[in-house]
């Protein structure tokens, strides 16, 4: 697998350290090792990892940051505020990532007419992968015809096979060189519908059993996490309203750093986990909206932040920074 590498030579409060990492871009495997020893372990499967990333260098954060522009990644090294590609002080300002319950309808409808339409242009071919998925069965089918045809040329081969129910006919693509070995009255397996053995095809192979398991994965899970980032909104406005009447202002503590993504796993940016305590010395847990990444700069984990909660509902807060 390609492995990008870098490595940075840093001296911190009287040290110095050798900080390497390993960057597998395509199975999105991270590894951070200072003087040898590992720092930071992440992976991000078949997924942008664009990001800032923070690891503990000689007792103290310091992060490594991850950019793309779609074509190659990009790395550096910040500690103590300062890029060690540049020697610029990077900019930590917080800057919130816009969200609104509107935005996030819209994008649940957007996906909603790309899975539709998906289904109107695939459908019929996948619905008949996935019913033989299930349902199918393979038996010996004989060659009765060989076509070219289209503007592509493309090979087909014409089948007929019997069941106890009758005699049934289908069609399949080949390669170029199955077309030149198969002749007429030749044996090759087709795979049918138990139930409906006119429905009928090439049986599946490996890749086709995992590109179909890949597909309908992604359009299950498109909609559902649009659904869930509806609910996240209308629960986020609700609680705006409520800690805006009746909210209390503590301090909390950064324990996590999660990320931000956009329509089609693309990283937005960061969201910063917290704890705090209620009136009682109740520990409760919350998550901050989202940030560009330089705010990770600003509240690295163990940071005591200000948080507001509802004294009502101790477990309703928001993240004041």
Not at 220 to 238: E, F, H, T, W, Y
């Given at each position: 697998?390609?492995?990008?590498?870098?490595?940075?030579?840093?001296?911190?409060?009287?040290?110095?350290?050798?900080?390497?990492?390993?960057?597998?871009?395509?199975?999105?495997?991270?590894?951070?090792?200072?003087?040898?020893?590992?720092?930071?372990?992440?992976?991000?499967?078949?997924?942008?990892?664009?990001?800032?990333?923070?690891?503990?260098?000689?007792?103290?954060?310091?992060?490594?940051?991850?950019?793309?522009?779609?074509?190659?990644?990009?790395?550096?090294?910040?500690?103590?505020?300062?890029?060690?590609?540049?020697?610029?002080?990077?900019?930590?300002?917080?800057?919130?990532?816009?969200?609104?319950?509107?935005?996030?309808?819209?994008?649940?409808?957007?996906?909603?007419?790309?899975?539709?339409?998906?289904?109107?242009?695939?459908?019929?071919?996948?619905?008949?992968?996935?019913?033989?998925?299930?349902?199918?069965?393979?038996?010996?089918?004989?060659?009765?015809?060989?076509?070219?045809?289209?503007?592509?040329?493309?090979?087909?081969?014409?089948?007929?096979?019997?069941?106890?129910?009758?005699?049934?006919?289908?069609?399949?693509?080949?390669?170029?060189?199955?077309?030149?070995?198969?002749?007429?009255?030749?044996?090759?397996?087709?795979?049918y519908l138990r139930?409906?053995?006119?429905?009928?095809?090439?049986?599946?192979?490996?890749?086709?059993?995992?590109?179909?398991?890949?597909?309908?994965?992604?359009?299950?899970?498109?909609?559902?996490?649009?659904?869930?980032?509806?609910?996240?909104?209308?629960?986020?406005?609700?609680?705006?309203?409520?800690?805006?009447?009746?909210?209390?202002?503590?301090?909390?503590?950064i324990t996590a750093?999660?990320?931000?993504?956009?329509?089609?796993?693309?990283?937005?940016?960061?969201?910063?986990?917290?704890?705090?305590?209620?009136?009682?010395?109740?520990?409760?847990?919350?998550?901050?909206?989202?940030?560009?990444?330089?705010?990770?700069?600003?509240?690295?984990?163990?940071?005591?932040?200000?948080?507001?909660?509802?004294?009502?509902?101790?477990?309703?807060?928001?993240?004041?920074?």
């Open positions: 697998m390609p492995v990008a590498r870098r490595q940075w030579t840093v001296d911190r409060a009287g040290r110095t350290y050798h900080v390497d990492m390993a960057d597998e871009y395509f199975l999105g495997e991270r590894v951070v090792r200072v003087d040898g020893h590992v720092a930071y372990r992440g992976r991000t499967m078949l997924s942008d990892h664009s990001g800032i990333y923070e690891f503990d260098l000689g007792s103290a954060p310091a992060f490594f940051e991850i950019k793309t522009n779609g074509l190659r990644y990009f790395y550096d090294l910040i500690v103590d505020g300062i890029s060690m590609n540049s020697g610029t002080r990077v900019d930590d300002t917080p800057v919130a990532i816009p969200t609104s319950t509107a935005n996030a309808i819209v994008g649940f409808v957007a996906t909603l007419g790309l899975v539709a339409a998906f289904v109107v242009l695939a459908g019929p071919r996948l619905w008949a992968d996935a019913r033989i998925a299930v349902d199918g069965v393979t038996t010996d089918a004989q060659v009765t015809s060989k076509t070219i045809a289209g503007p592509k040329s493309d090979h087909i081969i014409g089948y007929s096979f019997d069941t106890t129910t009758g005699t049934f006919v289908g069609q399949m693509f080949v390669s170029d060189d199955e077309y030149l070995k198969l002749h007429v009255g030749d044996r090759v397996r087709v795979a139930s409906d053995p006119s429905v009928n095809q090439r049986p599946l192979d490996v890749v086709s059993y995992i590109v179909l398991l890949g597909v309908v994965a992604l359009f299950i899970g498109l909609p559902v996490s649009q659904a869930l980032a509806v609910a996240g909104a209308v629960r986020d406005s609700r609680t705006r309203r409520g800690l805006a009447a009746r909210g209390q202002e503590t301090r909390g503590q750093i999660g990320s931000v993504r956009g329509r089609y796993a693309t990283v937005l940016g960061c969201r910063f986990g917290y704890t705090y305590a209620d009136q009682n010395g109740v520990e409760h847990r919350g998550w901050s909206g989202g940030y560009k990444f330089p705010a990770l700069y600003r509240w690295p984990i163990g940071t005591a932040v200000r948080v507001r909660y509802d004294p009502e509902h101790p477990a309703e807060s928001s993240f004041l920074g």
